[in-house]
């Protein structure tokens, strides 16, 4: 049971380009979330999906794109890079409501 | 909008002092409550929860936060800090549906 992983764990990227980070969970939990951490500003919810085929956009969407096609799998994607995306990503799922939400280990993106 | 705060960006206490971490959360409805710990280059691990009952929570490696709502606040404490406990501590609130609110952060130094 490997949890929620998160694949790069480092990328650097150059002003314009596209990516996209990868979340995947074996835990079954129909809710996941992609969070940014900046120095002083806490988690900010960029996404969210409640299940397979459904997201919505967080509190800072503008950007990113992401598409749920499976439980298991929430990617992320970033059209075309800006330095301001430089942040570490953390994927995160909950099993249902009051329960705890599960991190992943991190994506650190530097923007050039 | 929610929010939560978190005062004091930065605590230092010395080893075997008490540990006192605040947080404030700004609504009457009372929210499910959470502390994460960060530590460095990881992702974040639950401490405690506070979701309906008793209103002291205890969570892992000897903390515990009191639920106030009279106060609208959730401080996270330890008796006796540990050399170990030195982290970034996060506070989060989870209302209806499945969104996260985090706090800034508060990071914890522990001289020895």
């Known amino acids: 049971n490997a949890g929620v992983t998160q694949t790069p764990k480092f990328q650097v990227l150059k002003t314009g380009q596209s990516m996209t980070l990868q979340c995947a969970q074996d835990m079954n939990h129909e809710y996941m979330s992609w969070y940014r951490q900046d120095p002083g500003m806490g988690l900010r919810l960029i996404h969210y999906s409640v299940g397979a085929g459904i997201t919505d956009q967080g509190e800072v969407p503008n950007g990113y794109n992401v598409s749920r096609s499976t439980t298991e799998d929430f990617p992320l994607r970033l059209l075309s890079a800006a330095p301001s995306q430089t942040s570490v990503y953390f994927c995160a799922t909950i099993q249902g409501a009051g329960e705890t939400q599960y991190f992943g280990p991190g994506t650190r993106l530097l923007v050039l | 909008a929610q929010s939560v705060t978190q005062l004091g960006s930065h605590v230092s206490v010395s080893e075997g002092a008490l540990v006192l971490l605040r947080c404030n959360y700004s609504?009457?409805?009372?929210?499910?409550l959470f502390w994460y710990v960060q530590y460095p280059n990881q992702g974040l691990q639950l401490l405690l929860k506070y979701t309906t009952g008793a209103t002291l929570v205890k969570g892992i490696n000897g903390f515990e936060a009191e639920f106030k709502k009279s106060e609208t606040s959730f401080h996270l404490t330890k008796p006796s800090a540990h050399m170990s406990d030195a982290a970034e501590y996060f506070c989060?609130?989870?209302?209806?549906?499945?969104?996260?609110?985090f706090g800034t952060g508060t990071s914890l130094t522990v001289i020895p």
């Open positions: 989060a609130v989870r209302y209806t549906g499945n969104q996260f609110y």
């Open positions: 609504s009457s409805v009372p929210p499910y």
